[in-house]
Every structure is written in C-alpha cells, then in structure tokens.
C-alpha cells in the first residue's frame, strides 16, 4: 500500500468537522478503496479551546490557517474558511505555490478569482479541487468534466441554493409570505441572520459561475451574471402559478446563445410535470444538457454537514487515487474569455403579477401598453373583486423578447393604477 | 503533450459508430480535456462492407475481434459485441491477460463472470471498465465509486430500463394493454424482436447486480437476484395506481436489510409526489442512499448511440487521464462473498388486483384469506358491477411481511371465484 495522503484542515465548522467525523468512522473502508490511508496531521480554527464533539488531540493544532501552507507533513490543504477574499485567499494562494494540492469548499473565492488560481494550481502540478463548493450531495464538478468529458455541452441549469428552495416550498405548503417564512426558517437555523447572501441569490451566483466555466471552457465570471432573489415573490403567486400548472423556482441557466453564452440566476415558473418541480425543500438539481448525453439531472442535499464532507471526501480520494484535472477541465490558459449574451435578446413566455386598483379601465391600459410592444397575451385574469381597493391582475405570454417584456413593465410602473413594482417572472419550458 | 491512447473497437453497431462519430467530432477537444490524443487504431464487427454511415478507411479492419487482443498498437480494448458468453468473454479475457485496459457495455458479462474478470484485471495492472453498461446517459459507475467514495451506502435502486418504461409510460398515456403497446414499441424500434431480455427484467437485474457490487463491496451475483418484469400489468393496474396516488415503474433495488442484502427487480406503485413517478419513457433513474450524503438522483436517458456512445468515452478519457480504479471500487480479493437477504422478511404495503366473478360472497372470501394471515386492508373496492361475469376488485394493504402477502395470494388463487392469477405489486414508499 503505497504512503498515505495527509491532510491539514484549516476551518473546522459544520464541514470540517463531518470531514474529520467520516475519517474517524470510515478510515479502514477509504483505505480499501483508494489503495492508501488518508490520515488528518494539522488542523486550523478560530479557538481551540471550543468543544466540536470529535476527537482533534490527534492531529497538530496550527494558530495561524496560512501555516498550514508549506508544511512538510501537509500534502493537501483543505480551505474551509469561505470569503473571496482575506485569508482564505492567501492560504490557498500560498498552498498552491509551495506544491501541496488544495481542495475547497469555497465557491466565492474560485467564482472571484478561479482562473488566477487554476493557472497558479498547473504552474505548481498541483490540483485546486471543490467539489463541496456546488451542491455538496451532488457530484456535479466531476461528473461535469468526467462524466460528461466526451461531449459538448449546450446548457447547465438547475436549483442550486437550498435556503430559497426551502423557503420556496414552505411558502407553498403554508400559504404564507415570504417574510414570515424567512423569520421561520431564520429560527430554524435554514438561513443566516444576514440572509442576503443566500435570498437574493449571489451563493447560487457563485455556483453558476463555476458549473458555466466547466461547461464552456471559459473564466470564471460572477460579475457578469444577472441575478435576481427571491424577494419579490409572495404567496398570492406560488398558488397562482400551481394554478396554472406551474411552480416557482429560484432556477440558474447558463446556456450557450446566438454564438456567445447566456447566464441569468432568477426564479421562474417551472411546468408541474417536470421533475424539478419536485425538487422541494434543502434539496438542489442541477440539469446538463449534452450533445451525446442529451439531458441529465442529478438531485440532493445542497448543503449540511454530511453532503458537503462527503464532497470534500471525493476530492480527496481523487488525490489519493491520483486522479488529478484540470481545475476547470481544461488547461488554465486554454480558458476563455467569455462572450455573454445579452439576454435581452431572449425569448420566453413570461409570468407577470401587476398590484392595481380595481377600477374600470385598468385592464385595458394594461393591454394597450402591451400590444405597443408586440406583447402576446396568452392569459389574464383579476384576482378578486374589490373596487377601488387593490386587487391582483395575472397575465401569461405568449413567447416575448425579454427586452420588450421589460420595457413594458417599466411603464406599468408608472401607472397611477399600479400600485407596487410588477413581479415579472421568466416560464421555463426546460424542454 | 503524452502520446495518443490507442482504442480498438469491437464491434460496429449503434454504440461503436457512436464511439467512432464523437472521436471525430470532438477529437481536438477531448485531446485538450485529457493531455493527450485519443485514436482509434483498429475496429472489428462482423460485416466490413456495411456502410455504417462514418468513415472506418483510417482504421485497421481485423477480421477476428479477438485478435485485437495483444496487438502492440492498442492499449485499449472496447468491447461492444455484447452476450455474457462467447467471442465478447474470451476477448475480454484476452485483452486483460495482454495487459491491455478494457471497456465495455456488456452488463450480462460483468454480471455473470464480473468477480473473476476484475481479478485478472488486476493482476495485470490494467482496467476493466464499464460505464456504458449501466444507464449510459447517467455516470452513476463513477459516481458511486468516485462522488460518494467517503460514504457508506446504504441502498441504491431505480427505474434500469428504458424499454420497460416506456411502455409503461404508452400504457398510462393511451390506456391501451401491454400486449399492444408491446406490438407498437416493436414496431417502432424501442423493443426488440423477441423482448423477454428487457420485458421480464433480466437486463435490468444485470444493471441492479452491478450496482449492488459496488455499493456494498460484494461479488457480483445475478443468479441470486429476485426478477419479476412487467407482463403482468395492464392498462388497469395503471390507471388504479393513479387513482391512489402512484404510478407504476419496474424497479430494481439492493438495500442492506438485517445484515445482509436485499435484491430485487420488479414492478412497484411509487408515489406520484416523488420525482421517479416523472421519469419517463425511455429515461432511467438512479437513486442512491449514503450515511453522509444522504438521498441523491441521477436521471438520463438509458440507452441509445449518444449516452451509451459517451459513457464509452468518458471510461476512455478516464484511462487517458490516468484514473484507473478497482472494477467495483475495491481491491478484487476484498469483495465480499455477498449474503443475500430472503426477501420473505421484507415488510411494505401492497397492490393487488383480483379477477373476479361478481357474485355474492366474494369479498367475504377475500377478506377472510387476508385476516386469517394477519394482512391489514388499507383500502378495498371492486370496479365494475357485472353479475355472474368477472370484474376486478383492488385493494390496498398497511404494512404486510411478504411472505404473508405471497401466501395470502397462492390462497386467492386457488378459489373458484378468482379469475386469473392475482396481479400483486408492492408499494415503495421510499421516503
């Protein structure tokens, strides 16, 4: 049995700790199955003195995370200490650098700065490894650039935050607003007391902007990608879109267009037969489609401790193996520089909740704005008769530039009779 | 760069040429994924002068398969010939003992002799490999082995056969009985000439035998597995199942059970709530139960040129990469000699359908079998109303051990007032 792997952890949160807990149960069987032991030397935290519920004495406690880095009884480095940038950063940079291989869980430090460091991983023949950083329960990363390797891929897509799908269900099940539910989940410990990061989309953001570089050879681009969260969405349309035969959810594309590629993190109405649909609570999905494959989903735990570890598990066994890629699948200096989209140019079928006073003529000035800009309707219908009170109008598209459907909600906005900001939502056929 | 990985092929039929198709397509690309080129050097099938539709004039034509084992300018076998006996063993066989990798689809092989050909892989240092035989459209082979390397699995089981549910999926949309849907997909293409293979699960239960392997570390052993197919079923059945809330899909699934392994193939009723009730027509589903990662899903298309033809491949850029692991995820000496569950002692809730005469009595009957062996009725009705002539009563039962259920059927049988043989299915909650 050839040496062992060893490790030096630096974060020992939720993740950190599943990391340590699996290797403490599972180190005969991850020996068995790599043809080597994989055994903790260093470890790294804010206080050493906090109780975590497993055994560290075995391993050597590091004050300072960046110690790690260089250490000859380090051969990979695991980063869970999460931000783009500070010392999670300088540890991975350094790692890199003096040749020990690094396996993160940390999506906004590779959607910021994953091209710098995939270039800084092959200059030292090391692998940058972050399995745990999409959809811990869903080997996507590896089954993206492995799995999938024979094929050009069209579009990757899928639910990649937890909170909001969670979120988005317990408004369905209840009938209840976002703001209650967000309060609820918050107590609950399903969102963080700032929960920004997670509601208005920027982590399923970062995941995106990782799954869209392996899928098309290109940098790593955050900045460019339109996201919106789930903010805007209230009870009223949840039960309105299963109405209609639809369910909301907060849904990442990154599909190639018109020669360039299109990338946009918001919620939108997904048909009730397709599987998605189904894909409820903390669960994620992530749809690829290929050209040989056609279309694949893989579904599971977004988050948590155990689905995150085992991620981080994966990509050390890889090591372990030797199994070492491309950070983005192919070589760093073969990574593009991409063409997005402008998806103003799309073309979907839209969803759009208007909050008006109920009074004659409204309907018809909503219609009139409409056909000025070729807007097809498909469905419109009053929600309530209340007069001059506010009441919901619904409508559904026909097929509509994104362009024109978003010109016309501006001047729905400044309707006197509109009486809040429109929620507009994208229909995803996902044929 | 490294020098090129030399593939030869045998066989030529939908999923060779596919093989073939995407190295031309995509030769550059994929060279750029793997650091190296892969080329296809020498092909095999029965027929030379067929015109498959690809250009073979850059390959060497090698009349008997089995000479392409051993030749020096192929350091990988693709076995696509398929049959778990004959010309596809022995050069297997072959290509091992020489020292070269091998890949193949061949599931019946791998299920029937996979212990044994994992260990001369082994002993040669080279890779047996097998992605395509299972699910192409899925990479559940490497995910199992790979994604959730850190984890003990507990179950894996889904939808294996393409065929099978489509024509389960024709039946519920066109209310039409098996026999004509079966005439249909034939005539379509979608079953065979003689379809027993798919339809009475025997290649489902080859997927399901391979997969239990690797879950649970055990010899492959499709003798041992308990297959029922989908005969029985009819457009009934289906439309039933709906009205109670379940749809009807021929599942395979190996679970750990009292210490040792359950396995078995067969039609079950599965909640239409849960996303496997929308896998359908020719797609398939896996699902996999872990200690870390808990329940995670992967669906695709089963079969057909591109998923098959691209699991081939991404088995082939696997060894191009170097990645080369133990055919069923550890060491071959280390498989277990696998203890099979007696599926007798399995609890679950059942469906069953009885043709019955409608005359007075009947249900009286029934209900006494039932209560004479401890079975809880959830839910009874006879459809129809039709004296003297036979009409079918469905009924449903709370948490049932299967052998009381099987006894309680033979009895059902044996009345004079039952019709036809019971169509019994369990219910898989698989919560």
């Known amino acids: ?44 935290a804010r206080d050493a003195s906090k109780d975590r519920g497993v055994d560290l004495s075995p391993y050597v406690w590091v004050e300072d995370a960046l110690d ?37 869980a940390n999506k906004a430090l590779l959607a910021h700065h994953g091209a710098a460091l995939a270039q800084l991983a092959e200059d030292n023949n090391v692998a940058l490894a972050y399995e745990a950083a999409v959809a811990g329960g869903i080997p996507i990363i590896k089954v993206m650039r492995e799995g999938f390797a024979g094929n050009a891929i069209h579009a990757v897509y899928g639910i990649l935050n937890g909170t909001c799908n969670y979120m988005l269900t317990a408004m369905r099940e209840t009938g209840r607003d976002f703001d209650v539910i967000l309060k609820e989940a918050q107590e609950a410990g399903y969102a963080e007391a700032d929960p920004s990061f997670d509601i208005d989309g920027i982590d399923a953001g970062h995941k995106l902007a990782l799954l869209s570089a392996i899928a098309f050879g290109v940098k790593p681009d955050f900045e460019s990608l339109q996201i919106e969260g789930i903010r805007k969405i ?42 998605i649909a189904q894909i409820e609570d903390v669960y994620n999905a992530v749809y690829v489609d290929c050209d040989s494959v056609e279309t694949s989903m893989l579904s599971g735990k977004g988050a948590g401790e155990g689905p995150t570890a085992s991620a981080v598990l994966s990509d050390v066994m890889d090591l372990a193996r030797g199994n070492i890629l491309p950070t983005f699948g192919v070589p760093a200096q073969s990574l593009l520089d991409p063409r997005w989209a402008d998806i103003g140019d799309t073309v979907s079928c839209y969803y759009l909740r208007l909050c008006v006073l109920d009074k004659p003529g409204v309907i018809a000035e909503i219609s009139t704005i409409l056909r000025d800009h070729d807007i097809s309707i498909e469905g419109l219908s009053q929600h309530g008769r209340d007069p001059d009170q506010p009441v919901s109008v619904v409508l559904t598209t026909h097929e509509t530039r994104r362009r024109d459907m978003q010109k016309a909600c501006s ?11 429109p929620c507009l939502m994208r ?4 044929s």
Chains 1, 2 share one sequence.
């Open 1 to 44: 049995m050839s040496k062992p792997l060893r490790l030096g952890i630096a974060g020992l949160g939720t993740v950190g700790v599943g990391v340590v807990k699996i290797l403490q149960a599972h180190g005969d069987l991850l020996a068995q199955r790599c043809g080597r032991r994989i055994e903790i030397t260093a470890i790294s």
């Open 427 to 430: 229909i995803e056929a996902l």
């Open 68 to 104: 790690l880095a260089g250490r000859d009884d380090v051969d990979v480095v695991i980063e869970l200490i999460g931000g783009s940038e500070g010392v999670a950063k300088d540890l991975v940079e350094k790692a890199l650098a003096t040749g020990q291989h690094v396996v993160t």
């Open 411 to 421: 001047e729905f906005a400044n309707l006197d009779s509109v009486l809040e900001e």
């Open 234 to 275: 209230n009870a009223t349309d949840i039960r309105l879109a299963e109405e209609f035969g639809y369910r909301i959810k907060l849904l990442g594309i990154a599909r190639r267009f018109n020669g360039s590629v299109m990338q946009v993190m918001e919620p939108c109405l997904v048909p009730l037969s397709n599987p």
